[in-house]
């Protein structure tokens, strides 16, 4: 199967790069301005600008795509604010849109599975655990182009399209293979919290549902799977040509017995994609404190007013995930459980 990951240099996207590529899909990516060094062998890269649709037709002229991973984005909410025409240009994936349906067409019906990964900025913020239909009136730049790119994409290929929405919370992980040219959300915790000599301020009153990395690549490896399978099924005996779609043995072995089942058989487009839990980030920061055995002594406690950023921030966005758990029967992991694992990995990990 041939998958493609937009913004596949940003933090999220280095890990799908990297795990696909290991579970033996065949793996291209596009980046904006920097090319990974770190991309395993066989790995294709295609240059594009987002904002113009620039050199992203030629990579879908080249390949028939099974299944393309959305996560190209300017993804910092302040950045959203000072260029706002061209967080909308990027954000809302016009040309991608365009891309799959022409492929459609030039490709015998070939209908790839977009999975798209959307944000909890969405959300107002003004209230607690979110469900999925009750999205709208987000407060800042970044949160209107990220609802415009849902209601585009969902517009734009109604079913049967195959498509996910997943809206993540703060991404927290391990560094990327390439690093990224920002603070990464953990690691400026951790760094925070065990500096005895200046406390640091956190926020008591923003809620979110801050997820693992791993757990959006897991749940995005599991609907590509699945929607492999599909394709599988419906190949003619001599297939499709070119996009004939077979889902690599290791990935299909890296799924627990059943678990493909329910995903397959998902009902919805829209999912929820945060961790399981509400915190604040006083309670994140302490969490945090608590796995390094630290003490709280460096947390200081302050209301979200207290701090001009240059963007409005939605207070509580934190999601409601049940949709995720009965519907696709996917947990993802506590904030205190893989915190535990990233900042204090096992001997010989
Ligand atoms: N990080 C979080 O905590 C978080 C939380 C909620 C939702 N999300 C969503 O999750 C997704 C992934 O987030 P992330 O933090 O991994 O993103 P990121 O690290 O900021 O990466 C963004 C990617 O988009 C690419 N890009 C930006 N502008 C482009 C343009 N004009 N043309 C081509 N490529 C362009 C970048 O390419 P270059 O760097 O090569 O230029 C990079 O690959 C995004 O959709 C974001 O909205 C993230």
């Not at 596949?8 to 904006?32: C, D, K, M, P």
């Not at 790995?43 to 190209?72: I, M, R």
């Not at 798209?116 to 107002?124: A, E, L």
């Not at 005895?196 to 599991?222: G, I, M, N, W």
Request: proline letters at 8%; a neutral charge.
């Amino acid at each position: 199967m041939n998958i493609l990951i937009t913004g596949g240099s940003g933090y999220l996207g280095q890990f799908l790069v990297h795990g696909l590529a290991e579970q033996g899909y065949t793996v291209h990516y596009t980046y904006g301005s920097r090319q990974l060094a770190s991309a395993p062998a066989g790995v294709v890269a295609h240059k594009v600008d987002l904002a113009t649709g620039e050199g992203l037709a030629q990579a879908f002229e080249q390949t028939p795509f099974h299944a393309v991973v959305n996560c190209a984005a300017i993804s910092q909410p302040a950045l959203c604010e000072t260029e706002p025409d061209k967080a909308r240009a990027v954000n809302v994936p016009s040309f991608l849109v365009d891309c799959l349906l022409r492929q459609e067409q030039a490709r015998g019906g070939l209908r790839a599975l977009l999975v798209h990964i959307s944000t909890d900025q969405v959300f107002d913020g003004s209230r607690a655990l979110w469900k999925e239909e009750e999205a709208g009136r987000p407060v800042n730049v970044y949160g209107k182009s990220k609802l415009e790119a849902e209601e585009h994409i969902l517009a734009r290929l109604p079913e049967p399209h195959p498509v996910a929405v997943l809206r993540s919370s703060i991404i927290y992980g391990p560094p990327a293979p390439d690093p990224v040219p920002r603070p990464l959300f953990l690691q400026f915790v951790a760094s925070a919290v065990s500096n005895p000599d200046k406390p640091t301020a956190f926020f008591a009153d923003e809620y979110r549902s801050p997820v693992h990395v791993q757990d959006l690549c897991r749940l995005t490896q599991l609907l590509i799977a699945a929607h492999g399978q599909k394709l599988e099924a419906q190949q003619q005996p001599q297939g499709q040509g070119a996009a004939a779609a077979v889902v690599p043995r290791k990935a299909a072995e890296a799924l627990a017995p059943g678990e493909l089942a329910a995903v397959a058989a998902r009902r919805h487009r829209v999912y929820n994609a945060g961790g399981p839990e509400r915190l604040s980030r006083v309670d994140m920061a302490r969490q945090v404190a608590d796995c390094l055995g630290c003490g709280h002594g460096s947390i200081e406690s302050v209301p979200s007013a207290s701090v001009a950023r240059g963007v409005v921030s939605p207070p509580d966005i934190s999601m409601d995930i049940s949709r995720l758990q009965t519907d696709l029967g996917f947990r993802p992991a506590a904030f205190r459980d893989a915190i535990r694992d990233i900042l204090l990995p096992p001997a010989g990990k």
